[in-house]
């Protein structure tokens, strides 16, 4: 089976689990793992692959009249540049284009995290199509993890439009989605997305299913957790003393950097720290000490 239908397939799963909420769990949501893409707008349409062309659908997405276009573009930064990079329709009023963190270190450009629409002030990137090439001096962001819902699923969770909340994901690595966005509209069916790091980070993968937790649960959750970090429990974290993060595994990928918030990671001897990883700790100002 392809992977293409293998997608299809998923999609058409989570469609139906968003036009009907009463078979989901309560408080469970699906989540999408959106890579790297484009929304472009009009002109920029006909500068890349010439003068009158309009986008081809390739696939319907799971938010009602969104889809994946046939066409591609390379993304272009200073220091290197993306192939096929998937155009999402249909157009839009400004061109815009998601990366992870990952993607933005490989071009040598330094995204902001933002919600998807909101580009004032942010990074530049080039595009490459067939028939020409854009720059735009802003227009790219990683975009900032969001649930989109009806107004009948907001009222079922108890949350607003603009609201931020919690999503819990269990599995191998249990992980949990903090600064949520909700986005309620009418047109909308439920699902989460992600950017495809912070799905490395928790091995997720499409047709993995969340759960919805307000801060002020997520909480009260968290204290009655057995605690793996007695330092901050016990006493105060001495000023401009960063917490360290005790990390026994083998291999310290940038995938496992991700997962980890404190500021200092200790790794024993023989610890093998991918390329990657040391760039990802210098981009997020994290210590990696090699313990004696």
Not at 184 to 201: G, S, W
């Amino acid at each position: 089976m392809n992977q293409q239908l293998i997608e299809q397939i998923v999609g058409e799963i989570l469609g139906q689990l968003g036009k009907n909420p009463t078979q989901l769990p309560e408080r469970a949501v699906p989540i999408a793992v959106s890579a790297r893409h484009v929304h472009l707008q009009p002109e920029h349409v006909e500068v890349l692959f010439g003068a009158g062309y309009e986008l081809t659908q390739r696939s319907e997405l799971s938010q009602p009249g969104q889809f994946a276009a046939n066409e591609t573009v390379m993304i272009a930064g200073p220091k290197s540049s993306i192939e096929r990079v998937r155009i999402l329709g249909p157009v839009r009023k400004a061109t815009q284009v998601e990366v992870s963190w990952t993607d933005a270190m490989k071009l040598g450009v330094k995204p902001p995290l933002r919600e998807s629409g909101n580009i004032e002030g942010s990074a530049p990137i080039t595009l490459i199509g067939p028939k020409g090439s854009v720059h735009i001096e802003q227009g790219l962001i990683i975009a900032q993890s969001h649930i989109h819902m009806g107004p009948s699923d907001a009222v079922r969770f108890g949350v607003q439009d603009g609201e931020y909340v919690t999503v819990e994901a269990d599995g191998v690595r249990p992980i949990s989605f903090r600064n949520v966005r909700i986005r309620v509209n009418e047109r909308y069916r439920l699902e989460m997305h992600i950017d495809t790091d912070e799905a490395n980070a928790g091995f997720i993968t499409q047709g993995t299913i969340g759960r919805l937790v307000k801060p002020s649960e997520a909480t009260e959750t968290a204290c009655s957790l057995p605690v793996t970090d007695t330092t901050t429990i016990s006493r105060p974290a001495k000023v401009n003393t960063p917490q360290s993060f005790e990390f026994t595994k083998k291999l310290l990928s940038t995938e496992d950097l991700a997962a980890i918030s404190e500021d200092e990671i200790v790794v024993n001897k023989g610890t093998i720290v991918t390329a990657l990883a040391k760039d990802t700790a210098r981009e997020l100002g994290k210590t990696i000490t090699v313990r004696k």
